[in-house]
């Protein structure tokens, strides 16, 4: 087949703006759109590009996090299987960087990726709220455990994709110009979007929706009263429905407390989760500090000693928290390199508000700040979370890399502040 440059960058583009909704399929389909991207991505033979990127920071620390992450795995007790999720980890860099290179071909790229995830929202905002009441979506799928599954059935994930695309979805908003009536409809679907978190019952997301709408009201350059306005509108809509919806109130509050504090002990989070944290700590203390276990073995070493089946250890298909997981899983080089991460957005937001307070001075647009606060939100050390290398995950993690490297690179128009 006659390679065409221009007809491939149209279907990686077409591929990226469907990935929101392969996302609520399951990550069959969303794992085989990355791997398409990748391979008409590298079909093209970007030779200049990719040495360009060889030369950017973020694409040398992640290849020495993947470095890191193919030697633990040769070197664990379980190499197989690990070694081949750490080699093609790599998609994930090609899919930020093949995102840079759709951006830098077909801007309007962007505007198609928000009407993109602008519908998911309405959608499953629509369908959240209707399985809600009436105790099954519009499909007929009923709710998993009394909690809102909506598109996702028996995973219940309804609240994390909502609050995983959050940030994406303002960031993309602050993006060209828009009529008011698109305006005006998207804030309702962002306020909405909070609500159906918050009723969804997944405690983890309500808490870092909520962490990245505080820290979107602190650092956003908005008029001061509405920040004032549509912080009111969110949490005295959350503050609502926690207080006079029964079934929500049990399990985000009452729920919560019995869990953190049973039998006259205090967990952290669960008595699950911190059998899960004492497995992983004494996994990792047991093994090679520097590089640990190997990406996804935290299930082979837990499963496979008889040590782990005996209170107070807990053993899971991982350990439920991204820090834990990389200190077991990739050791304390892999650890640092995370931790380094948010320290560094931690150092580069002060940077931002001293100059915002003190020089009336804006380094950073609305569009940066936005994916800054998705990385607030996936970094936050104390919550629960899931598995690091998930694919699913990976491919929501990567997704606003490629939007910060292609407007750390872009020479397009001033976006909108």
């Known amino acids: 087949m006659k390679n065409n440059p221009e007809l491939h960058i149209k279907l990686m583009s077409y591929l990226f703006i469907s990935l929101p909704f392969l996302l609520i399929t399951g990550p069959f389909l969303s794992d085989l ?37 193919i030697l633990s795995s040769l070197l664990s007790d379980y190499p ?17 960087l093949a995102i840079v290179c759709i951006l830098n071909k077909l801007p309007e790229t962007l505007n198609k990726l928000f009407i993109s ?32 599954s909506s598109f996702f059935k028996d995973e219940l994930i309804y609240g994390s994709y909502i609050s995983k695309f959050f940030p994406i979805f303002v960031s ?10 698109l305006i005006n409809f998207s804030l309702i679907v962002v306020i909405l979007s909070v609500y159906a ?25 908005l008029n001061l009263k509405f920040l004032i306005t549509f912080g009111m509108i969110i949490f005295f809509g959350i503050g609502l429905i926690l207080t006079f919806n029964e079934s929500v109130k049990k399990r985000m509050i009452d729920f919560t407390k019995n869990q953190i504090v049973s039998d006259e002990k205090v967990y952290f989070f669960s008595k699950d989760h911190t ?18 276990i190997g990406p996804k073995n935290f299930r082979n070493y837990c499963y496979n000693d008889d040590k782990y089946s005996k209170l107070p250890f807990i053993c ?5 928290n991204t820090y834990i997981q990389l200190l077991t899983e990739v050791g304390l080089i892999g650890f640092l390199c995370i931790l380094l991460t948010l320290f560094l957005l931690f ?32 970094l936050w050390p104390i919550v629960p979370s899931g598995s690091f290398f998930n694919n699913y995950l990976s491919i929501i993690y990567y997704i606003p890399l490629g939007l910060l490297i292609w407007s750390k690179n872009s020479h397009k128009k001033e976006m909108i502040k």
Not at 172 to 181: A, E, P
């Open 33 to 69: 759109a990355v791997v398409l991207i990748c391979i008409l991505y590298l079909l093209n033979n970007f030779k200049k590009e990719i040495n360009e990127y060889l030369k950017n920071y973020i694409v040398i620390f992640f290849l020495f996090f993947y470095a890191i992450c």
């Open 80 to 96: 197989l299987v690990s070694t081949l999720k750490s080699i093609f980890y790599i998609r994930f860099l090609l899919l930020a």
């Open 117 to 148: 995830i602008l519908i998911c929202f309405s959608i499953l905002i629509f369908d959240g709220f209707y399985q809600f009441n009436f105790k099954e979506n519009i499909c007929g799928f009923i709710m998993s455990k009394d909690r809102i």
């Open 172 to 181: 993309l908003f602050f993006l060209g110009k828009k009529n008011s009536k």
């Open 197 to 221: 978190v918050t009723i969804s019952g997944e405690r983890a997301s309500l808490f870092l929706i909520i962490l990245s709408i505080m820290y979107l009201l602190i650092m956003l350059r």
């Open 275 to 292: 059998g899960h944290y004492l497995a992983a700590l004494d996994i990792f203390n047991r093994n090679n500090k520097l590089i640990g």
């Open 316 to 320: 899971s298909s991982h350990p439920h």
């Open 347 to 378: 150092f580069l937001s002060l940077k931002y508000l001293f100059n915002k307070i003190f020089k009336k001075k804006f380094i950073f647009n609305n569009f940066k700040i936005s994916l800054f606060s998705f990385y607030v939100m996936m």
